[in-house]
């Protein structure tokens, strides 16, 4: 059973333009939320998180929006660049900050068109 | 500074084999975790030690599975009679809590 789900496979977008890809969870003990990216034959970059007592974090051009009610969580990145196209990973832990296991979704692949 | 490392960075095995995967992780990092990719799938954890013990080894599959972290710092996840399921990249995170986890590279591992 999927605690951690990115329904949308994949996403394309324009150069320049918002992309929004978002996330769903379905255990409510979840706390701490984060977004990796990944490269073909890399291991997964952190980029960025968001505690449940908080319902938005913004770091340059990434903010992440939490909504606890709906267990929905969204990654907007804006402008996008080609260089952000990757498969983007939705996490969640049990525990506040990362000291705990993390289940992770199945990723969504992003391409950016220049 | 160094990130996590990983070797190999590929491992082809036959069924039945036993195989062992290398995890060094950043100098000073007291939490070390390792997670297994399937294709099209998310990372799946294993198991997490906090030091040179394992606080949570809920996520291995079963007992063909071992870790090991004896001086806490590199690890070792071994793997018994391998079986073809078993073929996955498998990747490996360190930490210093409270601070976000940093993964290795993987290694991929196929079971022909």
């Known amino acids: 059973d999927q605690q951690v789900k990115q329904n949308s496979p994949s996403l394309s977008v324009q150069e320049g333009r918002i992309s929004i890809l978002n996330c769903d969870y379905t255990n409510s003990m979840f706390d701490y939320f984060l977004w990796y990216k990944k490269y073909p034959a890399e291991g997964p970059t952190f980029l960025i998180s968001i505690s449940s007592i908080k319902d938005k974090n913004e770091d340059g051009r990434f903010t992440v929006f939490l909504n606890k009610s709906a267990k929905h969580l969204s990654l907007h990145i804006v402008p996008s660049q080609p260089g952000d196209s990757a498969v983007y990973f939705c996490?969640?832990?049990?525990?506040?900050?990362?000291?705990?296991?993390?289940?992770f979704g199945k990723g969504i692949t992003l391409s950016v068109r220049p | 500074g160094a990130g996590v490392s990983q070797t190999p960075s590929n491992k082809v095995t036959e069924k039945g084999k036993y195989v062992e995967l290398r995890c060094d992780p950043i100098?000073?990092?007291?939490?070390l975790y390792w997670y297994r990719q399937s294709l099209g799938q998310g990372p799946e954890f294993l198991i997490y030690?906090?030091?040179?013990?394992?606080?949570?080894d809920s996520g291995l599959p079963n007992d063909r599975f071992f870790a090991v972290r004896p001086e806490g710092s590199v690890s070792t996840l071994k793997i018994q009679r391998t079986e073809r399921g078993d073929s996955a990249v498998y990747l490996c995170?360190?930490?210093?809590?409270?601070?976000?986890?940093?993964f290795g590279p993987g290694t991929r591992l196929t079971v022909l």
């Open positions: 100098s000073g990092h007291t939490a």
């Open positions: 030690f906090q030091g040179t013990g394992a606080a949570d």
């Open positions: 995170a360190s930490s210093s809590p409270p601070d976000t986890q940093y």
């Open positions: 996490a969640a832990s049990v525990i506040p900050g990362a000291n705990s296991k993390l289940t």
